[in-house]
């Protein structure tokens, strides 16, 4: 499934639309499982005074949707066109840190990484817009 063209063409504030939702789609997959082992241990039952003090909050995630996961697939697809250093970059702004922390990450002020940052959005709505192939 391919991601449709936006009407007035790509923009930097689109393409980083799509890196957000891929961020947040990659989110809710379920976690990466070592196969191959098990735990033969029996199941503890626990009373319910035990399970109100224990500190781990169950977390519930509801699945991506299939057109999700190939939205996002389609997505990373296009950090090929950019740098390892612009890839780290661009994930770290699509997964919401700070730009003083980016900035720590990549040893410069917080201004610089977003100057880095509008500069991959750039290359890779250019990509789009000449209809580029990723490599």
């Given at each position: 499934m391919a991601i449709p063209t936006p009407r007035g063409g790509w923009s930097a504030d689109e393409v980083a639309d799509y890196f957000i939702q891929a961020s947040r789609t990659a989110h809710k997959l379920p976690p990466v499982r070592v196969q191959g082992h098990f735990?033969?241990?029996?199941?503890?039952?626990?009373?319910?005074?035990?399970?109100?003090?224990?500190?781990?909050?169950?977390?519930?995630?509801?699945?991506?949707?299939?057109?999700?996961?190939?939205?996002?697939?389609?997505?990373?697809?296009?950090?090929?066109?950019?740098?390892?250093?612009?890839?780290?970059?661009?994930?770290?702004?699509?997964?919401?840190?700070?730009?003083?922390?980016?900035g720590k990450r990549f040893g410069c002020a917080p201004r610089t990484a977003q100057r880095r940052w509008e500069i991959a959005m750039y290359i890779v709505a250019s990509n789009l817009v000449r209809g580029s192939l990723v490599r």
């Open positions: 735990n033969v241990w029996p199941t503890i039952v626990r009373t319910d005074y035990e399970r109100m003090a224990s500190d781990d909050a169950p977390v519930y995630r509801f699945p991506p949707t299939p057109t999700e996961v190939d939205c996002m697939l389609e997505v990373m697809g296009w950090v090929q066109w950019l740098e390892v250093e612009q890839r780290h970059l661009v994930w770290m702004r699509a997964a919401r840190y700070r730009w003083y922390d980016i």
